[in-house]
């Protein structure tokens, strides 16, 4: 199976949501391929759009039972008095996966693995698949991780992704376990995805600017 999870961070208002669900809609009928892919389970999509336009693209979607949804974060509490966060809980049953540990996150907001543990047990809890980004080795990886993304600091969002190789060596340091999906982030593009895909090492990707646009992410969808 690949995996190709769009991360759209905090781009986007309600009306560019819509429009960007509508036009996904729209472009999937003709990629017959990739619909045909999705439903053997071959290929699976998931959207994680900002959290407050998470239903309203999920609506427009609706037609597509195929593709999945998520969160870019999560609360590191249970539902309760924590004005302004997220819980595991109140999204359970509504996506199955969720973006933990995002560099951007850690570097930006300080999240630390203390953080990082308390949202992985979260969303253990409540059934949601963990997408954990780790940018190194010496990151933490969690034995509960469903995907492990590993994204270089210096290919987000720079143009520049890494090569494959240098990838690849990476997977090797992570010491990932059997069941443990390795998927790559940092500049994926619908151009050079392939050459990660052929390796069979790297099983999606975590696309942040590629998914910003439905024609492109699309289209990268449809490389495999
Ligand atoms: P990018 O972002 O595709 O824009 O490099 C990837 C990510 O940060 O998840």
């Known amino acids: 199976m690949n995996y190709f ?5 905090a781009n986007k208002n309600v009306n560019q949501s819509v429009e960007w669900a509508q036009k996904f809609a729209e472009l ?25 336009f998470l239903f309203y693209v999920k609506q427009i979607l609706k ?13 590191v509490f249970d539902e309760g008095k924590h004005t302004g966060e997220v819980a595991a809980s109140m999204l359970k049953g509504s996506i199955d996966y969720s973006i933990i540990g995002h560099s951007e996150r850690r570097g930006q907001l300080h999240e630390d693995e203390t953080a ?10 409540n059934d949601i698949h963990q997408i954990l980004c780790v940018r190194n080795e010496n990151d933490v990886i969690y034995e509960s ?16 992704n890494m090569d494959a190789a240098d990838v690849l060596a990476m997977k090797q340091k992570l010491s990932l376990k059997p069941d443990q999906v ?9 151009g050079d995805a392939l050459e990660y895909l052929q390796t069979k ?15 492109e992410f699309i289209s990268l969808c449809s490389v495999a």
């Open 145 to 160: 991780a469903t995907f492990v993304a590993y994204e270089p600091i210096g290919a987000i969002g720079t143009g520049k």
């Open 116 to 125: 990082i543990s308390q949202k992985m047990n979260q969303l253990q809890k």
């Open 63 to 75: 037609d597509y039972p195929e593709i999945s949804f998520g969160a870019q974060d999560i609360s």
């Open 201 to 215: 090492e790297v099983s999606g990707f975590l696309v942040g600017t590629a998914s910003l646009d439905p024609l």
């Open 28 to 52: 999937l009928p003709s990629h017959t391929y990739l619909i045909e892919k999705m439903k053997q389970n071959q290929t699976k999509i998931i959207i994680c759009p900002p959290m407050p």
């Open 182 to 190: 390795f998927i790559y982030g940092g500049s994926a593009n619908a």
């Open 5 to 9: 999870i769009a991360n759209w961070k």
